[in-house]
C-alpha cells in the first residue's frame, strides 16, 4: 500500500485520490460510485469505525483539534493496528475479522 501513496503523505485528500483513482478495484463490479460523497464517506467511516485506519494529527497542528483551525491536508491516515486472536500485535487490515460487516456499495 505504501507504494500507492508515492511519498506523499497519507492525508486524507491523498488516500481519496488513491480511493478515486483505485474504485473499480474497490467496489463491486456495477455499484462503482459516480459521485464523491455518499459511497466514500460511508466506506471511510466504516474503516475508520473497524480501526483499519486512524487518524492522526501531527503535534504541532495538535492544538487546532476542535477548532476550525484544523486543515484537512494536516489529518494524516495511518494503518490501524489491532492484537489477533493469537495474542500478536498486527496491522488491523491483515485480520479477517476486522472486516466483518463492511459493506463495499
Partial sequence: MADRFNDAPPTFE???KLC???KKLIYVKGKVPKQL???Y???FLQLLANGIFELTVDEKDAKNIGTNKLLGKKIVFKL???VNANGIMGLALMQ???WAGISYY
Avoid: I, M
Wanted: charged share 20%.
Fill in 14 to 16: 491523498t488516500v481519496l
Fill in 41 to 43: 464517506h460511508g466506506l
Fill in 37 to 39: 460523497a455518499g459511497q
Fill in 20 to 22: 478515486k483513482t483505485n
Fill in 96 to 98: 479477517d475479522s476486522t
Fill in 80 to 82: 490501524g493496528r489491532r
